[in-house]
T-cell receptor, first 112, second 115 residues
Framework: DQQVKQNSPSLSVQEGRISILNCDYT??????FLWYKKYPAEGPTFLIS?????DKNEDGRFTVFLNKSAKHLSLHIVPSQPGDSAVYFC???????????FGTGTRLTVIP | EPEVTQTPSHQVTQMGQEVILRCVPI?????FYWYRQILGQKVEFLVS????????KSEIFDDQFSVERPDGSNFTLKIRSTKLEDSAMYFC?????????????FGPGTRLLVL
C-alpha cells in the first residue's frame, strides 16, 4: 500500500539555501495534504497543509505546492536553518475520511 | 500550548502478554486516533474514535486490538496478546472536529518492544 510516496529518503542542504522535499500520491480521492516534521523521540508535528482547491500555500519560510494533474506536492523551506534538520512526512486524507496516509519520510539535514 | 501526552514512553513485554498504551488527548478535542510506525517504515493509521465508538479502522486493527475512553481524559489502546511484529512506535493523535484535512496533533509516542 504505497498511496503516498516520498522517493528521497534523505536530503542535505547548506544553511541559507532552499530545501525542496517532494511527495507523490496515487489516490485521486485525496483532497487534503499535510506536511509533518518529526524529531527523534518525538511525535510528528504539523507544519503546513493544502487543500486540493489550491495550488500553493505559504506560511513564513514554508511553502507547499500542489500539482493535482501530476499528483505531486512539494515543500519548500527557504532559507533553510540548522534547526530544520528533521524527518519530514507528507500525509494525505480524503474527504469523508479523517485518517491520514503517510509517506515514508525524508530526512533533511541542514549543514551550518 | 496544549499537547497530547502518552504513557509510558517505553514498554517492553513478552510475546503473548497484554499491553495497554495510554494517551491524554488535548482537552477540547473530540476525535482521537492511534497510529503506529514500525522501525524504518511509514506511519500507519490504526483506528479513529469519536463519541465512544470506533469511526474508522484499518486492516491492521484486528481483534487483538481494542480502544477505550475509560474516563473523561484518557484514551487507551489495548493489545490483547502481543506478537513480535507489534513492536513499533505507537502514536496517539487528536483533533477538534475530525474533519478531513484538519490538523491532527500527535503525542510523543510509546515505543513498544515485544520479546
Amino acid at each position: 500500500d504505497q498511496q503516498v510516496k516520498q522517493n528521497s529518503p534523505s536530503l542535505s542542504v547548506q544553511e541559507g539555501r532552499i530545501s525542496i522535499l517532494n511527495c507523490d500520491y496515487t489516490n485521486s480521492m485525496f483532497d487534503y495534504f499535510l506536511w509533518y516534521k518529526k524529531y527523534p523521540a518525538e511525535g510528528p508535528t504539523f507544519l503546513i497543509s493544502i487543500s486540493s482547491i489550491k495550488d500553493k500555500n505559504e506560511d513564513g519560510r514554508f511553502t507547499v505546492f500542489l500539482n493535482k494533474s501530476a499528483k505531486h506536492l512539494s515543500l519548500h523551506i527557504v532559507p533553510s536553518q540548522p534547526g530544520d534538520s528533521a524527518v519530514y512526512f507528507c500525509a494525505a486524507s480524503a474527504s469523508g475520511a479523517n485518517n491520514l496516509f503517510f509517506g515514508t519520510g525524508t530526512r533533511l539535514t541542514v549543514i551550518p | 500550548e496544549p499537547e497530547v501526552t502518552q504513557t509510558p514512553s517505553h514498554q517492553v513485554t513478552q510475546m503473548g502478554q497484554e499491553v495497554i498504551l495510554r494517551c491524554v488527548p488535548i482537552s477540547n478535542h473530540l476525535y482521537f486516533y492511534w497510529y503506529r510506525q514500525i522501525l524504518g517504515q511509514k506511519v500507519e493509521f490504526l483506528v479513529s474514535f469519536y463519541n465512544n465508538e470506533i469511526s474508522e479502522k484499518s486492516e491492521i486493527f484486528d481483534d487483538q486490538f481494542s480502544v477505550e475512553r475509560p474516563d473523561g481524559s484518557n484514551f487507551t489502546l489495548k493489545i490483547r496478546s502481543t506478537k513480535l511484529e507489534d513492536s513499533a512506535m505507537y502514536f496517539c493523535a487528536s483533533t477538534t472536529n475530525g474533519l478531513a484535512g484538519e490538523t491532527q496533533y500527535f503525542g510523543p509516542g510509546t515505543r513498544l518492544l515485544v520479546l
